[in-house]
T-cell receptor
């Protein structure tokens, strides 16, 4: 079993729709990061959240860290084909800085 | 502006063969990592290093060895490859300014073991 569970695993939507991706765990994290990965490339950092309840916005993407720092969500408003990719969450445990555990990923396809 | 460079990009091995994957970073980062990525499994940490001359085991270290003789390089070795090691391998690096340091990834090495 993985430390971080991501859902859904796959998501195929039409351009303009909204979506939310979830990242859940029973463990507490000192920080949680979201990455996006394109085919044939390595993941690229989107955002880092470190405070329970924190909300960060990156254009049409909204990231939230749970109050207890065990879960996070990524919400995309009015999705565009350019948002297509694999979204990964990664948690850093409080007693082990700079050691990251990744979720299994959410593969998003936005159709024009 | 190279960042993290992995070589080779692709490799095919026969069961029992050995090979070394090379990772080089030009950002003067202290921490370096090796991950493997398999379908439906996300990224799993194999080994990591917190500085030159140090290495530590991650989640799935069996069958792999690593070395960090120079700060900028992190090598991943497979002594006797097995089909279960067919995967995409990613190297990453980060600095150590406390919690939340971002990981910088290379573009991966696709390894097939037949």
């Amino acid at each position: 079993t993985q430390l971080l569970e991501q859902s859904p695993q796959f998501l195929s939507i039409q351009e303009g729709e909204n979506l939310t991706v979830y990242c859940n765990s029973s463990s507490v994290f000192s920080s949680l990061q979201w990455y996006r990965q394109e085919p044939g490339e390595g993941p690229v950092l989107l955002v880092t959240v470190v405070t329970g309840g924190e909300v960060k916005k990156l254009k049409r993407l909204t990231f939230q860290f749970g109050d207890a720092r065990k879960d996070s969500s990524l919400h995309i408003t009015a999705a565009q084909p350019g948002d297509t990719g694999l979204y990964l969450c990664a948690g850093e445990r409080a007693n082990n800085f700079n050691k990251f555990y990744f979720g299994s990923g959410t593969k998003l396809n936005v159709k024009p | 502006n190279a960042g993290v460079t992995q070589t080779p990009k692709f490799r095919v091995l026969k069961t029992g063969q050995s090979m070394t994957l090379l990772c080089a970073q030009d950002m003067n980062h202290e921490y370096m990592y090796w991950y493997r990525q398999d379908p439906g499994m996300g990224l799993r940490l194999i080994h990591y290093s917190v500085g030159e001359g140090t290495t530590a085991k991650g989640e799935v270290p069996d069958g792999y060895n690593v070395s960090r003789l120079k700060k900028q390089n992190f090598l991943l070795g497979l002594e006797s490859a097995a089909p279960s090691q067919t995967s995409v391998y990613f190297c990453a690096s980060s600095y150590t300014f406390g919690t939340g340091s971002p990981l910088h990834f290379g573009n991966g090495t696709r390894l097939t073991v037949t």
